[in-house]
């Protein structure tokens, strides 16, 4: 009886439903973005995530991608100061709603990272196909380019047969 409900189950473990909790995998990547986040010339203050929408890991010969859709809203800290745990969200601060692609080889090196997170007015309900353009070039990180197989890599022209 409960066969039927096993690939269910393992489905939504792999994409994050049925749990509350990130993977350790989804969890590093989250920290990569929000370090990557906070280097920014132009953020001023900390902030603090408030939510993750979507996070998803895929795995390659050369690392795990990390696909991470998540909220962040202002803090009254500095942004030097954004992983002190006195940093309490403001309630009128500004909010920001993220896309962070990261690989991580397996010794957990970063081979690529994007991370964009506009203000949550200026957002767009689907992330852009610059921004997809960009989370797959990250995907593809650290991977040999001769492991991709794309149609139309190898084409071959039959000729007559020989008399």
Same mark, same amino acid.
């Given at each position: 009886? @409960? #066969? !039927? @409900?096993?690939? %269910?189950a393992l489905w939504l473990a792999t994409v994050g439903l049925g $749990?509350? *909790?990130?993977?350790?995998?989804q969890h590093q990547g989250l920290q990569v973005a929000l370090e990557e986040f906070h280097k920014h010339p132009r953020v001023q203050w900390a902030f603090q995530k408030t939510s993750v929408d979507s996070a998803m890991d895929t795995y390659f010969p050369a690392g795990t991608f990390v696909r991470l859709e998540f909220k962040l809203q202002q803090t009254s800290c500095r942004k030097k100061d954004w992983k002190k745990a006195e940093c309490k969200v403001k309630s009128n601060g500004r909010k920001r709603k993220c896309l962070a692609c990261i690989k991580l080889d397996p010794e957990s090196k970063v081979l690529g990272r994007m991370v964009h997170c506009p203000m949550e007015a200026q957002v767009q309900q689907e992330p852009t196909e610059h921004q997809e353009a960009q989370c797959? $070039?990250? *995907? #593809?990180?650290? *991977?040999?380019?001769?492991?991709?197989?794309? !149609?139309?890599? +190898?084409? +071959? %022209? $039959?000729? !007559? !047969?020989h008399s």
């Open positions: 009886m @409960w #066969r !039927p @409900w096993i690939p %269910l $749990k509350g *909790e990130l993977t350790a995998t797959s $070039k990250v *995907e #593809r990180a650290g *991977e040999d380019p001769q492991s991709y197989y794309f !149609p139309g890599q +190898f084409a +071959f %022209l $039959k000729g !007559p !047969p």
